[in-house]
């Protein structure tokens, strides 16, 4: 079957031959969008959050024959360059394998609250697992992308 | 003879500095290539049909229905490996496929290409393999009588039956199975090569060792397997051993096509190996002021059906198993048994983890005992300059201008005095409930709710021991270019997410003077870095681009660039280490030795048995801080994974069959579950290592796991000898009254 997708504000159309091809699936081997990764397709990991209509989704879950003309924005389209430039700066970047996935839930957080605390910083990003960090750099770079921002 | 230029200094990013890595920023912007992201034009797929049983007999495999479905190119099995059938890091023992037995649940017995992985997975479906099911050696115990193992390591000091003790703490301790759970999933692809190699790119931790292990499988010569490094998505030791190498290339090779494989979850749990789960019986005997007269200790750690490091992880658990502490007399046994459960190899700390636990228990047990404060207990007994490891090898540890004979210098007590200055963090009034153990799950409100204080103390050894003769590979060109000198680095290391090649980079703008440096890509094109495990690559690795670099230094001293290029190659050795003897373990086997020591603060319910780590505090001796932000990513990282073990990570394994190979069963902290930490990095320089450095990757991995539990101890006034503690192991004396 044949879909029209807007992704990271490009219009591009998708053929899928599986009506349970998951929106991971499409992006990464249909497409070749690799930026969302692809660690345990079974939406404990978030590494393949992306923002679907606006809502952070993990894309191994969601079918993409339900998708048909709906916005999808990946590492590449949801995440303003301040929150970027933070990972890289404060040093949350390890492996990057949980980046795009936390970065997109980052921004999805900071559109919601300018100022995050720490407990709500923890709660937005407790879907998205990180083996390198321990977090503490991932949590001073959303403060400073969050300062950035404001 | 003309002037030679002065040399300039980098204007930043010298040793020292915290320099952004350079793949951040690909890996920010979505556009770094990981393993499982490459692809190249007529690719096939690759998948793995693995045995469903730990042990069973291969009576005959039927691939006729597979090789005839629609999109499959390639149906293999251990009949079709042009070369050598098997393969091993230390030993050569693990077939690259299953040929007459199966002797652990996962084992690789038939290879699949098709156009896609769908197409693979449906003809692995539709291979029947005729399986005589027999019954599998899963008890460690068992295996050590049967005379099953890998190796047995005795060691004897003194002689603990002629020693009399005022106290004495005799415990069995238990350390769960630990999967090093990187996020990546083995992945690579590979290439074809007109003269009938093949090319091959894969996440690794040592692309010359999968050379060496893949060429022979191969029937091929070292020179026509040529390996790239993919973009690694974690490591943490489970990229050690060979996954999808030998299986990838072999296909490639039967189709004349470029092969990707890729594991899912699942199968990465099933496709690597994990952190030895152990058994050990502990004995600490200790005068009345708390000093240790003697220990006996008996560790069994189960190295599954294949040898993997399982020999170099006893040798690490025999040599550290008392810790970094002064004993006159020790009898130690340790085992790596050979059974059918899921092979076991590296995993961050490497033997140094499991028999850790065992002894910070003890000493807080012996603490107990005596009415002794745990930092005290661990005072009276601290290794000192010029103390004996129980291998019989001298601490040296320098850094002390002044030696006091009377006094000497002791390491582990200048990082236990340092906590006074830290205090462990007061119970904040009106704590939201998202802050105590259960968090939004809204399962108490404060009450039951217990706090615990406990320390934990690690010893680790850096770089590879007991006589490997370890080395690392550094080639350098300077030349200029736009009129400005830029070196390029050429090394095998894997940059595995530590931040390896940013510290590369740090070492050639210091030693050389100048800004630009750029990374060459990680090949066997150049000679042999080691691996990217034992917390060496600091020491080795850029102790040859130290060296690669001093000796482009020297001759840029007489030699003008603009009359071309410099180039040096240097391969850098750590000194020579000994074997330990086989009957008694005696024998200077240790490179480099680091210290690592946490305070845990947790609270409890101690009716629900829900455990709230709420902070550690972590001071560790790193010789010579690098670069800081790297580092402490390096200290966070590995006291999560501490944790992990701590309370939640195990891979249930019941009859050699795996029940939680995914993420939903097996757990891995989450960013709730870890609470802040502080650091204090201390810089007690070792002037034998490049820059003063010790490796500072692996400690905290072992010393955040006895400190959690000490803490829930602390608590719950529990005995607590297993980890991961579970919930059940809080509550079960709980027992509802009829």
Same mark, same amino acid.
């Given at each position: 079957?044949?879909?029209?997708?807007?992704?990271?504000?490009?219009?591009?159309?998708?053929?899928?031959?599986?009506?349970?091809?998951?929106?991971? +699936?499409?992006?990464?081997?249909?497409?070749?969008?690799?930026?969302?990764?692809?660690?345990?397709? +079974?939406?404990?990991?978030?590494?393949?959050?992306?923002?679907?209509?606006?809502? #952070?989704?993990?894309?191994?879950?969601?079918?993409?024959?339900?998708?048909?003309?709906?916005?999808?924005?990946?590492?590449?389209?949801?995440?303003?360059? #301040?929150?970027?430039?933070?990972?890289?700066?404060?040093?949350?970047? +390890?492996?990057?394998?949980?980046? #795009?996935?936390?970065?997109?839930?980052?921004?999805?957080?900071?559109?919601?609250?300018?100022?995050?605390?720490? #407990?709500?910083?923890?709660?937005?990003?407790?879907?998205?697992?990180?083996?390198?960090?321990?977090?503490?750099?991932?949590?001073?770079?959303?403060?400073?992308?969050?300062?950035?921002?404001? | 003879?003309?002037?030679?230029?002065?040399?300039?200094?980098?204007?930043?990013?010298?040793?020292?500095? =915290?320099?952004?890595?350079?793949?951040?920023?690909?890996?920010?912007?979505?556009?770094?290539?990981?393993?499982?992201?490459?692809?190249?034009?007529?690719?096939?797929?690759?998948?793995?049909?693995?045995?469903?049983?730990?042990?069973?007999?291969?009576?005959?495999?039927?691939?006729?229905?597979?090789?005839?479905?629609?999109?499959?190119?390639?149906?293999?099995?251990?009949?079709?490996?042009?070369?050598?059938?098997?393969?091993?890091?230390?030993?050569?023992?693990?077939?690259?496929?299953?040929?007459?037995?199966?002797?652990?649940?996962?084992?690789?017995?038939?290879?699949?290409?098709?156009?896609?992985?769908?197409?693979?997975?449906?003809?692995?479906?539709?291979?029947?393999?005729?399986?005589?099911?027999?019954?599998?050696?899963?008890?460690?115990?068992?295996?050590?009588?049967?005379?099953?193992?890998?190796?047995?390591?005795?060691?004897?000091?003194?002689?603990?039956?002629?020693?009399?003790?005022?106290?004495?703490?005799?415990?069995?301790?238990?350390?769960?199975?630990?999967?090093?759970?990187?996020?990546?999933?083995? =992945?690579?692809?590979?290439?074809?090569?007109?003269?009938?190699?093949?090319?091959?790119?894969?996440?690794?931790?040592?692309?010359? =060792?999968?050379?060496?292990?893949?060429?022979?499988?191969?029937?091929?010569?070292?020179?026509?397997?040529?390996?790239?490094?993919?973009?690694?998505?974690?490591?943490?030791?489970?990229?050690?051993?060979?996954?999808?190498?030998?299986?990838?290339?072999?296909?490639?090779?039967?189709?004349?096509?470029?092969?990707?494989?890729?594991?899912?979850?699942?199968?990465?749990?099933?496709?690597?190996?994990?952190?030895?789960?152990?058994?050990?019986?502990?004995?600490?005997?200790?005068?009345?002021?708390?000093?240790?007269?003697?220990?006996?200790?008996?560790?069994?750690?189960?190295?599954?059906?294949?040898?993997?490091?399982?020999?170099?992880?006893?040798?690490?658990?025999?040599?550290?198993?008392?810790?970094?502490?002064?004993?006159?007399?020790?009898?130690?046994?340790?085992?790596?048994?050979?059974?059918?459960?899921?092979?076991?190899?590296?995993?961050?700390?490497?033997?140094?983890?499991?028999?850790?636990?065992?002894?910070?228990?003890?000493?807080?047990?012996?603490?107990?005992?005596?009415?002794?404060?745990?930092?005290?207990?661990?005072?009276?007994?601290?290794?000192?300059?010029?103390?004996?490891?129980?291998?019989?090898?001298?601490?040296?540890?320098?850094?002390?201008?002044?030696?006091?004979?009377?006094?000497?210098?002791?390491?582990?007590?200048?990082?236990?005095?340092?906590?006074?200055?830290?205090?462990?963090?007061?119970?904040?009034?009106?704590?939201?409930?998202?802050?105590?153990?259960?968090?939004?799950?809204?399962?108490?409100?404060?009450?039951?709710?217990?706090?615990?204080?406990?320390?934990?103390?690690?010893?680790?050894?850096?770089?590879?021991?007991?006589?490997?003769?370890?080395?690392?590979?550094?080639?350098?060109?300077?030349?200029?270019?736009?009129?400005?000198?830029?070196?390029?680095?050429?090394?095998?290391?894997?940059?595995?997410?530590?931040?390896?090649?940013?510290?590369?980079?740090?070492?050639?703008?210091?030693?050389?003077?100048?800004?630009?440096?750029?990374?060459?890509?990680?090949?066997?094109?150049?000679?042999?870095?080691?691996?990217?495990?034992?917390?060496?690559? =600091?020491?080795?690795?850029?102790?040859?681009?130290?060296?690669?670099?001093?000796?482009?230094?020297?001759?840029?001293?007489?030699?003008?660039?603009?009359?071309?290029?410099?180039?040096?190659?240097?391969?850098?050795?750590?000194?020579?280490?000994?074997?330990?003897?086989?009957?008694?373990?005696?024998?200077?086997?240790?490179?480099?030795?680091?210290?690592?020591?946490?305070?845990?603060?947790?609270?409890?319910?101690?009716?629900?048995?829900?455990?709230?780590?709420?902070?550690?505090?972590?001071?560790?001796?790193?010789?010579?801080?690098?670069?800081?932000?790297?580092?402490?990513?390096?200290?966070?990282?590995?006291?999560?994974?501490?944790?992990?073990?701590?309370?939640?990570?195990?891979?249930?394994?019941?009859?050699?069959?795996?029940?939680?190979?995914?993420?939903?069963?097996?757990?891995?902290?989450?960013?709730?579950?870890?609470?802040?930490?502080?650091?204090?990095?201390?810089?007690?320089?070792?002037?034998?290592?490049?820059?003063?450095?010790?490796?500072?990757?692996?400690?905290?991995?072992?010393?955040?796991?006895?400190?959690?539990?000490?803490?829930?101890?602390?608590?719950?006034?529990?005995?607590?000898?297993?980890?991961?503690?579970?919930?059940?192991?809080?509550?079960?004396?709980?027992?509802?009254?009829?």
């Amino acid at each position: 079957m044949e879909l029209k997708l807007h992704i990271d504000g490009e219009n591009v159309t998708a053929q899928i031959d599986r009506p349970g091809e998951s929106l991971l +699936q499409t992006l990464r081997d249909r497409l070749g969008r690799t930026g969302s990764k692809n660690a345990c397709e +079974q939406g404990e990991c978030g590494s393949c959050t992306v923002l679907l209509d606006g809502d #952070p989704v993990c894309a191994c879950l969601v079918p993409t024959a339900g998708c048909e003309g709906r916005d999808v924005k990946t590492v590449v389209g949801a995440v303003p360059k #301040p929150v970027r430039d933070a990972f890289v700066a404060c040093g949350a970047v +390890q492996c990057g394998f949980c980046t #795009p996935g936390l970065l997109v839930s980052v921004a999805d957080l900071l559109a919601r609250e300018d100022d995050p605390s720490d #407990p709500q910083i923890r709660e937005a990003l407790a879907g998205n697992l990180c083996r390198c960090t321990g977090y503490e750099k991932i949590i001073d770079a959303v403060h400073h992308a969050a300062e950035a921002s404001r | 003879m003309p002037e030679p230029t002065p040399l300039p200094t980098p204007t930043s990013n010298a040793v020292g500095q =915290s320099a952004i890595r350079a793949d951040a920023l690909p890996k920010v912007n979505g556009d770094f290539d990981y393993a499982s992201d490459l692809a190249a034009e007529g690719m096939l797929w690759g998948h793995t049909l693995r045995s469903p049983h730990p042990k069973a007999r291969i009576r005959s495999i039927d691939t006729a229905a597979a090789e005839a479905m629609a999109g499959v190119a390639a149906v293999l099995t251990a009949a079709d490996v042009p070369g050598k059938r098997t393969y091993g890091l230390i030993e050569d023992d693990q077939p690259v496929l299953a040929d007459t037995m199966a002797n652990y649940q996962g084992e690789p017995v038939a290879i699949i290409a098709a156009t896609d992985l769908d197409t693979a997975r449906r003809a692995a479906d539709a291979i029947t393999v005729d399986y005589e099911v027999l019954e599998p050696l899963c008890d460690p115990a068992e295996a050590v009588r049967r005379g099953e193992y890998f190796r047995h390591q005795p060691l004897q000091v003194g002689d603990p039956d002629t020693a009399t003790a005022a106290v004495v703490v005799a415990r069995e301790y238990v350390v769960g199975m630990q999967d090093q759970a990187p996020l990546g999933p083995e =992945s690579g692809l590979a290439l074809p090569r007109p003269d009938g190699g093949v090319d091959l790119r894969v996440a690794t931790q040592w692309l010359h =060792s999968d050379q060496e292990q893949i060429a022979p499988c191969l029937g091929l010569k070292e020179s026509q397997v040529h390996l790239e490094m993919a973009g690694i998505g974690g490591a943490f030791g489970a990229r050690e051993d060979l996954s999808v190498q030998v299986h990838m290339a072999m296909l490639a090779l039967a189709t004349d096509k470029p092969v990707k494989m890729m594991y899912d979850r699942a199968e990465s749990f099933l496709g690597h190996v994990h952190r030895h789960p152990a058994r050990m019986r502990y004995e600490h005997g200790a005068d009345a002021e708390g000093r240790l007269v003697y220990v006996r200790a008996q560790i069994v750690l189960d190295g599954g059906a294949y040898a993997s490091t399982t020999d170099a992880v006893v040798g690490n658990a025999a040599s550290l198993a008392v810790g970094p502490y002064e004993v006159e007399h020790v009898a130690v046994e340790a085992w790596g048994t050979r059974t059918n459960n899921p092979p076991c190899g590296a995993m961050r700390g490497f033997g140094g983890v499991q028999t850790c636990f065992a002894y910070e228990s003890q000493m807080d047990a012996l603490a107990e005992e005596l009415g002794l404060d745990p930092l005290e207990i661990r005072r009276r007994n601290a290794m000192h300059q010029g103390s004996k490891l129980i291998t019989g090898q001298v601490v040296q540890e320098p850094g002390i201008d002044v030696p006091n004979e009377n006094a000497p210098f002791s390491p582990l007590v200048d990082l236990l005095d340092r906590f006074a200055a830290i205090p462990a963090p007061a119970i904040p009034a009106g704590r939201d409930i998202i802050e105590l153990p259960g968090g939004t799950g809204n399962t108490t409100h404060g009450e039951g709710v217990v706090r615990g204080v406990g320390y934990g103390v690690g010893l680790k050894n850096v770089c590879y021991s007991e006589g490997f003769d370890d080395f690392s590979t550094a080639r350098i060109r300077l030349e200029l270019v736009d009129g400005e000198p830029v070196a390029y680095v050429h090394t095998a290391a894997a940059e595995v997410g530590q931040g390896h090649q940013t510290i590369q980079a740090q070492i050639v703008r210091t030693e050389l003077g100048i800004d630009r440096v750029e990374l060459l890509p990680v090949d066997t094109k150049v000679g042999s870095a080691g691996s990217s495990s034992a917390s060496r690559q =600091s020491y080795m690795t850029g102790g040859a681009v130290k060296a690669a670099s001093e000796a482009v230094r020297e001759l840029w001293a007489t030699h003008d660039l603009a009359d071309g290029p410099i180039e040096a190659t240097r391969e850098f050795r750590h000194r020579p280490t000994k074997p330990m003897d086989p009957v008694t373990g005696q024998g200077d086997s240790h490179v480099q030795l680091a210290l690592c020591v946490h305070r845990a603060t947790v609270d409890v319910d101690i009716e629900l048995g829900l455990v709230k780590v709420v902070d550690l505090t972590c001071v560790q001796d790193v010789g010579k801080i690098l670069n800081p932000i790297a580092l402490e990513g390096q200290i966070h990282g590995a006291s999560a994974q501490g944790l992990g073990l701590a309370v939640m990570e195990e891979m249930i394994v019941d009859a050699g069959v795996v029940k939680n190979a995914s993420f939903t069963d097996y757990l891995i902290p989450t960013i709730l579950d870890m609470p802040p930490m502080r650091l204090e990095i201390v810089e007690n320089a070792d002037p034998a290592a490049p820059y003063g450095l010790r490796g500072a990757g692996e400690p905290p991995t072992l010393s955040s796991t006895p400190a959690i539990v000490a803490a829930i101890r602390d608590a719950t006034g529990l005995a607590l000898t297993h980890v991961p503690v579970r919930p059940e192991h809080l509550t079960r004396h709980l027992v509802r009254q009829p």
